[in-house]
């Protein structure tokens, strides 16, 4: 059964910090990986994806690929209140399928 | 305005009772798929489409149906709901759902208890 893992928090930061979450997938073969934010009631909006190993920024979101270990991370920079949200990390497996993770609660304390 | 609409988006029936929920979207999207999304489960993939006539079953698609009739329109039913079918509902569509680039664009969600 191919696997997305994620941490479900909350993970709680001040507001202004650096809020890191963090995603490990279990197929080798995935191709590209997926953030996306969901506010509470709400549909889940694409942030960034990334298909390479390395960094990829976006304003202030950085996402991170490291294939050789399985995890896939994101950055949030000067986080804001308005960053308090779930965030999804799902990755396009070798069948072209996306796989989902449960989702990290973040909260940003102002 | 590009966009994925479901309706209703709140239901609530009572077991046995057939449902249809419709999802649409205006972008001329070939992939279409249907998750639920349940507490600490995350969304888990019910069925999906990549063009018109052609689905496939996804991890969970026991007590379900849907067809693809028109590129633009993704109907999920529900036979005969029962209470465990109760979830929180989200239709999306992406451009081809075989590129590695492709977004996925979510429906609003459509809310279903099932008593």
């Known amino acids: 059964q191919k696997e997305v893992e994620q941490n479900s928090g909350p993970l709680s930061v001040p507001e202004g910090a650096i809020a890191s979450l963090n995603c490990t997938y279990s197929?080798?073969?995935?191709?590209?990986f997926f953030w996306y934010r969901q506010y509470s009631g709400k549909s889940p909006e694409l942030i960034m994806f990334?298909?390479s190993n390395g960094d990829k920024e976006d304003g202030r979101f950085t996402a991170q690929l490291n294939k050789a270990s399985q995890y896939v991370s994101l950055l949030i920079r000067d986080s804001q209140p308005s960053d308090s949200a779930t965030y999804l990390c799902a990755d396009l497996d070798s069948n072209y399928q996306l796989i989902w993770g449960a989702g990290t609660k973040l909260i940003i304390k102002p | 305005e590009a966009q994925v609409t479901q309706n209703p988006r709140y239901l609530i029936t009572v077991t046995g009772k057939k449902l249809t929920v419709t999802c649409s979207q205006n972008m001329n999207h070939e992939y279409m798929s249907w998750y639920r999304q349940d507490p600490g489960l995350g969304l888990r993939q019910i069925y999906y489409?990549?063009?018109?006539?052609?689905?496939d079953k996804g991890d969970v698609p026991e007590g379900y149906k849907v067809s693809r009739k028109e590129k633009r329109n993704f109907p999920l039913i529900l036979e005969s709901p029962s209470p465990n079918q109760t979830s929180l509902y989200f239709c999306?569509?992406?451009?081809?759902?075989?590129?590695?680039?492709?977004?996925?664009?979510f429906g609003p969600g459509t809310r279903l208890t099932v008593l």
């Open positions: 489409s990549m063009n018109v006539e052609v689905t």
């Open positions: 197929d080798r073969g995935s191709q590209s």
């Open positions: 999306a569509s992406s451009l081809t759902g075989a590129a590695g680039t492709d977004t996925q664009y």
């Open positions: 990334i298909y």
